[in-house]
Nanobody, 121 residues
Framework: QVQLVESGGGLVQAGGSLRLSCAAS????????MGWFRQAPGKEREFVAA??????RYADSVAGRFTISRNNANNTVNLQMNGLKPEDTAVYYC????????????????WGQGTQVTVSS
């Protein structure tokens, strides 16, 4: 069982930056692939970024602006978001799964409660 708690969301102007963090419980954090997803009002939850033993992967919409990283020593995964745009506004969710990282949301077993990111124009 893994419990995930996101933090770091907020309100920022277009072009600004935010850093999201996700704290995970459990002693086997390093064995999990971790992902970030987001959901805007009226839209489906969509993939943002993932990290696992095969590396990192990003949605085309955030590649070059967002960076995912993890610290297995303190059970955290971060999402550095630069060059934010109004269309990045959404609730951002951290997720965990066993096995390889993927952009397929239904493959993830554990989810956090989400953190709101709002980008003003």
């Amino acid at each position: 069982q893994v419990q995930l708690v996101e933090s770091g969301g907020g309100l920022v102007q277009a072009g600004g930056s935010l850093r999201l963090s996700c704290a995970a419980s459990g002693r086997t954090f390093s064995t999990y692939a971790m992902g970030w997803f987001r959901q805007a009002p009226g839209k489906e939850r969509e993939f943002v970024a993932a990290i696992g033993y095969r590396g990192r992967r990003y949605a085309d919409s955030v590649a070059g602006r967002f960076t995912i990283s993890r610290n297995n020593a303190n059970n955290t995964v971060n999402l550095q978001m630069n060059g934010l745009k109004p269309e990045d506004t959404a609730v951002y969710y951290c997720a965990a799964k066993t096995g390889v990282e993927t952009d397929f949301r239904w493959a993830y077993d554990y989810w956090g409660q989400g953190t709101q990111v709002t980008v003003s124009s």
